[in-house]
């Protein structure tokens, strides 16, 4: 795409966007957004780049194809899920560090559990994307 | 605004099958997404439509006290939506792979005969 | 009895597939690690129903939320059986395919893939929620789209459309009813759902609610007159894939039918005649089809609709002896099916080809492994003492009783056309000499040259599944004792329900 305007705006909004996906994603437990909302946001935003840039300068500025995410986030969202079983308890019980941590505030297994879900988004979004995207072309 | 709802459903389930019937692989596509968002439509209205009462709990409150919308229709479409969408890429690509290959947009052409098998 | 570790067959084949992700591309650490997930899948099977058939039904609450608000999942006798027997096909398969599969489809995940669709299968024989009951059927179909389409050849693309739109229309009948069921009754868990739609005043809705999962599991399980999809799709991908295909995913709908209309809608006069006059169609169409293909896995592909037929023909009779038989030819069939496809994959190697105008003497060349796939050829069609023969002395007996003269007749012709096509092939591709083809069309043998290792490789799973065939043959009282038990679970179902609802009273 040529417009000069939306080539500056996509290089800036990039990381704005990411920074935003990040931020919904740990807002998720107690407010509307997620895991899922988040990774849409992300990858939207690997898209937005890709648009203006080409797909192989995206594919570039993540080093690695982004299906190598898949299956990072389900081995953690699927262990998040299963670690509770080792103290007797069942599938998918929340487990919650007692302290607060600066800026996210409480931590517990449900936001791994997210995190998984975020990256397996992005994974599974861009790959899809860019597959249909090759194909076009 | 069930009624409406009503009629969307019958709308999209009877332009889904319609589309389903047709011989061109994009109709198909688009019948199999109007089948899908119908039935989505249809969950949502069976879980009962409650108008501006979300299911979140007042923080000083102990239980709810006013009748709220259903959290559980939403979760269901929410899951349907995502493997919806998941099919519907796969189906994207597979249909554009077909057309690579044979060439038609014409389900009728997928007819390769019990001779050429292996 | 709640029971947190029943969630393990689900577990072991999520992790090994994760596994295999991270070792994308290198195909010899994919069938080690796919070997070795199916193996421990085995052992966590093997357990499990040990656990289930020495006592109590147990029951799991995903994060610890009660039934019936939480999803629960639930291992009784049927479903840990189930589990049993897939985890049984699974190891076969995955053995068969470290040879049978092609290298270019191992690179772009086919073992991830067949896990993920095991997974997906455990899931639904032990969920006790009906929209997760749907989540695990789209676990399985996503699999098994990529299964179905992965290396492209124009043919298995054809086939995989027709299979695509197909599951894609029955999961949209499956979700309406899913979401009629929820709107009558407000619950999703069966075991509620069971209390609250016998509960309920007006019959025709539950009728018709019915119908939707008629039709949504009929086109899964493949019943006449939705199975066309079948016969046009099934005999396009790689033979273990077909067998996975073959053995379970049409019985996975089987699953779904007898727990949908035990459980929740007990079948009356309705809808029963409605199962009886579509197992009646569904046996003969299936027997028709069969008798006309000339290719191996068309042909076993007509025979799977056939003998879903008979399935469904003891669930409409809904009798315990009826159950008992058709539950009993269900497990015969998982296994069997899976191994004729595994045995047509074996004669594509041997030959080439799987035409069966072009095959012949093979008994000459090899008479012990003719004599193993004989073993499975006679079990299939059901000739005593070997298993496909018991099932039916139940569903004769039930039909006796039930004086269902016309489904009677149709077992009969079934069972015939099978002897008749399968003593057919046997005469065509063993007994008769192998006629000479010349030219582009001649035979290829990629058997002879593999090592002994790979040979074992992929004689060994049929071997192994002939060896459970043959003791579900020969030690028929034991598994009639477990059809039996199921059955009496289905006509009775307050243990079930207690199962999952009664912990939630006590506390």
Request: proline residues 4%; aromatic residues 12%; hydrophobic residues 55%.
């Amino acid at each position: 795409m040529k417009s000069a305007i939306l080539k500056t705006a996509s290089s800036y909004l990039l990381p704005i966007l990411l920074l935003f996906s990040i931020f919904i994603l740990l807002r998720g437990h107690y407010h509307p957004g997620g895991g899922f909302v988040g990774g849409l946001i992300a990858a939207i935003a690997f898209v937005l780049h890709s648009f203006t840039h080409g797909s192989e300068a995206t594919l570039k500025l993540l080093h690695t194809h982004p299906s190598s995410f898949i299956p990072i986030g389900l081995g953690v969202a699927a262990l998040s899920m299963f670690v509770p079983m080792l103290g007797g308890q069942p599938v998918m019980t929340s487990l919650w560090f007692n302290e607060p941590f600066p800026v996210i505030g409480l931590i517990g297994s449900a936001l791994f559990f997210d995190l998984g879900v975020y990256l397996v988004v992005i994974g599974a979004v861009l790959t899809i994307l860019f597959t249909i995207a090759q194909y076009s072309e | 605004m069930e009624l409406v709802l009503i009629i969307l459903i019958a709308v999209l389930y009877a332009g889904g099958v319609f589309l389903l019937l047709r011989r061109s692989m994009v109709k198909l596509l688009i019948g199999i997404t109007l089948l899908g968002n119908g039935a989505n439509l249809l969950i949502f209205l069976l879980g009962g439509i409650t108008k501006g009462k979300p299911p979140v709990i007042d923080s000083a409150a102990k239980l709810f006290t006013d009748i709220y919308a259903d959290p559980i229709p939403q979760a269901l479409i929410l899951t349907a939506i995502v493997i919806s969408f998941g099919i519907q890429s796969f189906a994207i690509v597979l249909l554009k792979r077909v057309y690579v290959l044979v060439n038609s947009d014409d389900l009728d052409d997928l007819n390769t005969p019990e001779e050429e098998d292996i | 009895m709640i029971d947190n570790t029943i969630v393990f067959p689900v577990i072991v084949h999520l992790f090994t597939a994760i596994l295999l992700l991270f070792f994308w591309r290198k195909t010899l650490a994919h069938r080690i690690i796919s070997i070795t997930g199916s193996t421990i899948g085995i052992a966590i099977a093997i357990n499990l129903f040990a656990k289930v058939w020495g006592g109590d039904i147990l029951t799991m609450e995903a994060a610890g939320w009660k039934s019936p608000f939480g999803i629960t999942f639930v291992a009784d006798v049927f479903s840990s059986t189930m589990v049993l027997l897939t985890s049984f096909s699974g190891l076969a398969v995955s053995v068969f395919s470290a040879i049978g599969i092609a290298r270019g489809r191992i690179i772009y995940g086919y073992f991830p893939m067949l896990h993920f669709l095991l997974m997906g299968l455990n899931g639904a024989f032990l969920t006790g929620d009906i929209f997760n009951l749907y989540v695990y059927f789209e676990v399985i179909i996503i699999a098994s789209f990529v299964l179905i389409t992965l290396g492209g050849r124009k043919a298995q693309i054809e086939g995989s459309v027709k299979y695509m739109a197909m599951n894609i229309l029955a999961s949209t009948f499956f979700l309406t009813g899913i979401g009629i069921l929820y709107g009558i009754t407000g619950s999703l868990n069966m075991a509620d759902l069971s209390l609250k739609v016998a509960a309920l005043e007006n019959r025709t809705l539950v009728d018709l609610t019915a119908i939707f999962f008629i039709i949504g599991f009929g086109i899964k399980s493949a019943v006449f007159p939705l199975y066309f999809w079948l016969p046009s799709s099934y005999h396009t991908p790689p033979s273990a894939v077909a067998a996975v295909f073959a053995g379970l995913l049409t019985k996975v709908g089987i699953y779904a039918l007898f727990r949908m209309f035990t459980l929740i809608f007990v079948p009356d006069e309705f809808t029963r005649t409605l199962l009886i006059v579509i197992a009646v169609l569904t046996i003969l169409t299936g027997t028709f089809g069969a008798v006309i293909k000339n290719n191996i896995r068309r042909m076993f592909s007509y025979l799977i609709v056939c003998h879903i037929g008979f399935m469904v023909g003891g669930l409409g009779m809904y009798s315990e002896v009826a159950l008992t038989g058709a539950l009993f030819y269900l497990f015969h069939d998982i296994m069997v099916k899976t191994n004729i496809f595994l045995i047509a994959g074996l004669i594509r190697k041997l030959r080439g080809t799987m035409n069966m105008d072009k095959l012949g003497g093979l008994y000459a060349e090899y008479p012990l492994l003719s004599f193993v796939i004989a073993i499975v050829l006679f079990s299939l069609v059901g000739i005593p003492p070997l298993s496909g023969f018991w099932p039916k002395i139940y569903l004769f007996e039930a039909g006796l009783m039930d004086n269902q003269y016309v489904l009677i007749a149709a077992i009969i012709i079934g069972s015939f056309a099978t002897l008749y096509v399968i003593s057919m092939m046997w005469a065509k591709v063993f007994w008769k000499d192998q006629p000479t083809v010349e030219g582009e069309e001649a035979l290829t043998d990629d058997f002879r040259p593999l090592s002994k290792f790979k040979k074992s490789l992929l004689v060994g799973p049929i071997v192994f599944l002939a060896a459970i065939t043959l003791y579900i043959g020969l030690a028929a009282e034991n598994v009639t004792q477990v059809a039996k038990h199921i059955a009496g679970e289905m006509k009775d179902t307050t243990p079930y329900i207690e199962a999952v609802l009664g912990t939630n009273e006590t506390q």
